[in-house]
């Protein structure tokens, strides 16, 4: 929302009436600039577009930093809802915009995770594992 807003505020468009009483109504904000993305608002998708940007860009700054040769997985709320923005290429494309480290980069497989109880699926290892005994591998 706050891309959004910015956007907005730097003169790049207006909010529609009916994506303002959406979120006056108390809707959630980044689930309703998604929706208006994908319904083909223009401000919502420049909005949704710089968040895949940054979050493409964050990702592959943390797989530099974590040295996560393995792959990344996006997982968590927003990635399944925006998979079609995110497959768009945008993502991959910020992903891999660090012209150092670009060969490692290319190697680095990522992935986002659909399943949306994947959180409680790790959550219940874990407790089984503690309960158990067992050591956590």
Not at 34 to 50: C, K, P, V
Not at 82 to 104: C, K, Q, R, V, Y
């Amino acid at each position: 929302m706050r891309i959004y807003e910015f956007l907005r505020d730097c003169g790049h468009g207006t909010a529609p009436r009916e994506l303002r009483r959406a979120r006056d109504e108390g809707g959630d904000s980044a689930a309703i600039i998604s929706e208006f993305a994908q319904a083909g608002d223009a401000l919502a998708n420049m909005a949704l577009g710089r968040f895949v940007r940054i979050y493409g860009a964050q990702a592959g700054n943390l797989a530099l930093t974590l040295y996560a040769t393995g792959g990344v997985y996006v997982a968590g709320g927003i990635a399944p809802k925006i998979i079609d923005t995110i497959s768009s290429g945008i993502f991959m494309e910020a992903f891999l915009d660090n012209p150092a480290m670009s060969h490692l980069l290319k190697n680095i497989p990522v992935r986002v995770v659909l399943n949306p109880r994947v959180g409680l699926m790790g959550a219940t290892w874990v407790a089984v594992k503690a309960l158990t005994g067992n050591q956590l591998r």
